[in-house]
T-cell receptor
Framework: KNEVEQSPQNLTAQEGEFITINCSYS?????LHWLQQHPGGGIVSLFM???GKKKHGRLIATINIQEKHSSLHITASHPRDSAVYIC?????????????FGQGTRLTINP | KAGVTQTPRYLIKTRGQQVTLSCSPI?????VSWYQQTPGQGLQFLFE???????NKGNFPGRFSGRQFSNSRSEMNVSTLELGDSALYLC????????????????FGPGTRLTVL
């Protein structure tokens, strides 16, 4: 079982819709990251969370440490939001710090 | 400030060869981490270097190695290439003072796409 599970794997929506991508993890973490990867491979770090909620423009990320769950929301979605969104957790495995990634959510926003 | 740069961007090798990839971090960043991305396994952590020392390591065989120079530039080497090593190799830099990836924002390079024939 992966330490990090994302859902859904694929998501198609119409422009303007409210989008939610979920991330669940099974172990204690020191931080959770949301990343965006556009076609071509470039990755951008969107948020880093250890508690609570962060907002940047139309993007909102929340984390519930007790429930081991995080969500990424996109309001008023736009075709340029189409990308793969990846959740990653920073944790300690056998005394070493590591970043473990979810499998990603492929988001397609149609005009 | 210039972003993270990786060279080369594309590379084709044959099985059994070795390859060296280079990563130049953002100026002032002392931590460089390397990742492998494949369609089947997704993104996986390879290792992290900080101040010329390997600070953390993922679960990859010894064929994968790296080093970091005094100017924080890092190289990753893969020896005896296998078909399964075909992947996008990404590096990311951060200030790194708080330990790998725990509270520092990672800045990713564009990646090197390696194809092994």
């Amino acid at each position: 079982k992966n330490e990090v599970e994302q859902s859904p794997q694929n998501l198609t929506a119409q422009e303007g819709e409210f989008i939610t991508i979920n991330c669940s993890y099974s172990v204690g973490i020191s931080a959770l990251h949301w990343l965006q990867q556009h076609p071509g491979g470039g990755i951008v770090s969107l948020f880093m969370l250890s508690s609570g909620k962060k907002k940047h423009g139309r993007l909102i990320a929340t984390i519930n440490i007790q429930e081991k769950h995080s969500s990424l929301h996109i309001t008023a979605s736009h075709p340029r939001d189409s990308a793969v969104y990846i959740c990653a957790v920073s944790l300690i495995i056998q005394g070493a710090q590591k970043l473990v990634f979810g499998q990603g959510t492929r988001l397609t926003i149609n005009p | 400030k210039a972003g993270v740069t990786q060279t080369p961007r594309y590379l084709i090798k044959t099985r059994g060869q070795q390859v060296t990839l280079s990563c130049s971090p953002i100026s002032g960043h002392r931590s460089v981490s390397w990742y492998q991305q494949t369609p089947g396994q997704g993104l996986q952590f390879l290792f992290e270097y900080f101040s010329e020392t390997q600070r953390n390591k993922g679960n990859f065989p010894g064929r994968f190695s790296g080093r970091q120079f005094s100017n924080s530039r890092s190289e990753m080497n893969v020896s005896t290439l296998e078909l399964g090593d075909s992947a996008l190799y990404l590096c990311a830099s951060s200030l790194g003072a708080s330990g790998v990836l725990s509270t520092d924002t990672q800045y990713f390079g564009p990646g090197t796409r390696l194809t092994v024939l």
